[in-house]
T-cell receptor, first 115, second 114 residues
Framework: AQTVTQSQPEMSVQEAETVTLSCTYD???????LFWYKQPPSRQMILVIR??????QNATENRFSVNFQKAAKSFSLKISDSQLGDTAMYFC????????????FGGGTRLMVKP | EADIYQTPRYLVIGTGKKITLECSQT?????MYWYQQDPGMELHLIHY???????EKGDLSSESTVSRIRTEHFPLTLESARPSHTSQYLC?????????????FGPGTRLTVL
C-alpha cells in the first residue's frame, strides 16, 4: 500500500514571497503519478499540478512548480509570488499507474497568505 | 473549474433518516468516485465506479451505498443516518488524457447528522 505524508500541517507566507510545501511518499511501484490539489475555504478542490514519475523534468504551471526527487520519494510544491487567493488547504496525492485510478491523499497543509 | 455538481451543498438531518447525496457530471467521464473528508483532514475513498452498472467499495469502509445507472449520475445513499456519518462528502470524476487519469472534484456536501 502507498502512503503519502505532508509533514507541515500549517504554513504561512507573506504576499509576493515564495513558499515550499513538502510531500513524501512511500511506494514500491515504479510507474505512478503525483498530484497537488488545492482546496480553498468552502470551495471546490482543484488540480494545481501533476507529475508523471517517468519524467525527470519537473512540472511547472505558471507560479506553481514542483521539485520531484524520485529516489528520495519527495514531491514538494513551490509557490512563487504568493497571492491572497493562494490561501487554501493543499493536498499531495499519489496514483499508481494502471491500477484503477485510485488516489491516495496526504493529510494536507493549510497555507495562509498574509497581506 | 470542472462541470461536476453536488446537491445539496449542506444538509442537517436527524438520526435514522434516509438520505441521498446527488452527484452529476456533464463531461462524459467514465470513472466516478466518492470520498469522505473530515474537517481539515485527508480524503478517504469510499466508493468508485468505472462506468454504468459498475460500483466498487473503496479503502475506507462505509455504510453508504452507490448506484451508477447513467454515466453522468452517481448518487450516494445512507439508509439510516447516524451522527458518525457527519462529514464532508466529495464526488469526483476522471478521464484519461495523455496517459494520465486526472480527477476533477465537485464542491462537496457537508452532512451533519444530529
Amino acid at each position: 500500500a502507498q502512503t503519502v505524508t505532508q509533514s507541515q500541517p500549517e504554513m504561512s507566507v507573506q504576499e509576493a514571497e515564495t513558499v515550499t510545501l513538502s510531500c513524501t511518499y512511500d511506494t514500491s511501484e515504479n510507474n505512478y503519478y503525483l498530484f497537488w490539489y488545492k482546496q480553498p475555504p468552502s470551495r471546490q478542490m482543484i488540480l494545481v499540478i501533476r507529475q508523471e514519475a517517468y519524467k525527470q523534468q519537473n512540472a511547472t504551471e505558471n507560479r506553481f512548480s514542483v521539485n520531484f526527487q524520485k529516489a528520495a520519494k519527495s514531491f514538494s510544491l513551490k509557490i512563487s509570488d504568493s497571492q491572497l487567493g493562494d490561501t487554501a488547504m493543499y493536498f499531495c496525492a499519489f496514483m499508481k499507474r494502471n491500477a484503477g485510478n485510485m488516489l491516495t491523499f496526504g493529510g494536507g497543509t493549510r497555507l495562509m497568505v498574509k497581506p | 473549474e470542472a462541470d461536476i455538481y453536488q446537491t445539496p451543498r449542506y444538509l442537517v438531518i436527524g438520526t435514522g433518516k434516509k438520505i441521498t447525496l446527488e452527484c452529476s457530471q456533464t463531461m462524459g467521464h467514465d470513472k466516478m468516485y466518492w470520498y469522505q473528508q473530515d474537517p481539515g483532514m485527508e480524503l478517504h475513498l469510499i466508493h468508485y465506479s468505472y462506468g454504468v452498472n459498475s460500483t466498487e467499495k473503496g479503502d475506507l469502509s462505509s455504510e453508504s451505498t452507490v448506484s451508477r445507472i447513467r454515466t453522468e449520475h452517481f448518487p450516494l445513499t445512507l439508509e439510516s443516518a447516524r451522527p458518525s456519518h457527519t462529514s464532508q462528502y466529495l464526488c469526483a470524476s476522471s478521464i484519461r488524457r495523455g496517459g494520465t487519469d486526472t480527477q476533477y472534484f465537485g464542491p462537496g456536501t457537508r452532512l451533519t447528522v444530529l
